[in-house]
């Protein structure tokens, strides 16, 4: 069955203390995997796209990897505004029709 | 920037009352999603549609679920009889091609009392 697991559950940093999300997954064959920011009663918010083993993608404080097994979401020296749940989703190879979603990990940043 | 919008932002309905949640994806996409998420759990596939039709169904996606692009610009979700445990936030998402990133609406909160 696929699985999307994501750690911790919830985080708590102060502002500039840098940390990782972790993201991992157990599909048959990955077409993407696909980081969301959501806030508080709102809709997710896309924030990057990786598609093979090795890839990259920044934007501003954030960083995110991607391996065979797992992805992480690297948060350098964040602030306040960065507080929000962050979402992993990944594809299925044999099926790229439904996204599935990790339950999350809501991060807290205080000032 | 386009975004996905949805309406009505909260609908308030009785058990056993057909609701119709309705979307307008961004305008040009091809590939329109519904999604639910009960409170504090996680964001759950519902349907996929294209091309006029159903692509994808999830096992939540039974009977009483049902969706139509009934103009070339809405999207909407009609769920017949509602149930309590249908109360959640229901988010539509759009993308233009079928391996793209989803984009999300800001979602219809739905409680069923």
């Known amino acids: 069955e696929d699985q999307v697991t994501q750690s911790p559950e919830a985080l708590r940093l102060q502002e500039g203390e840098s940390s990782s999300l972790n993201c991992s997954y157990t599909v048959s064959g990955l077409r993407g995997l696909f980081w969301y920011r959501q806030d508080p009663g709102k809709g997710p918010e896309f924030l990057f796209t990786l598609y093979s083993a090795g890839e990259e993608k920044e934007k501003e404080r954030l960083k995110a990897t991607l391996t065979k097994k797992e992805s992480f979401l690297h948060i350098t020296a964040p602030k306040p505004e960065d507080s929000a749940t962050y979402l992993c989703?990944?594809?299925?190879?044999?099926?790229?029709?439904?996204?599935?979603f990790g339950s999350g990990t809501k991060l807290n940043v205080k000032p | 920037e386009p975004e996905v919008t949805q309406t009505p932002s909260h609908q308030v309905t009785q058990m056993g009352q057909e609701v119709i949640l309705r979307c307008v994806p961004i305008s040009n996409h091809l590939y329109f999603y519904w999604y639910r998420q009960i409170l504090g759990q996680k964001v759950e596939f519902l349907v996929s549609?294209?091309?006029?039709?159903?692509?994808?169904k999830s096992e939540i996606f039974d009977d009483q679920f049902s969706v139509e692009r009934p103009d070339g610009s809405n999207f909407t979700l009609k769920i017949r009889s509602t149930k309590l445990e249908d109360s959640a936030m229901y988010f539509c998402?759009?993308?233009?091609?079928?391996?793209?990133?989803?984009?999300f609406g800001p979602g219809t909160r739905l409680t069923v009392t």
């Open positions: 998402a759009s993308s233009e091609y079928l391996e793209d990133e989803q984009y």
């Open positions: 989703a990944v594809r299925p190879l044999n099926n790229f029709n439904k996204f599935y």
């Open positions: 549609f294209y091309n006029n039709e159903i692509s994808e």
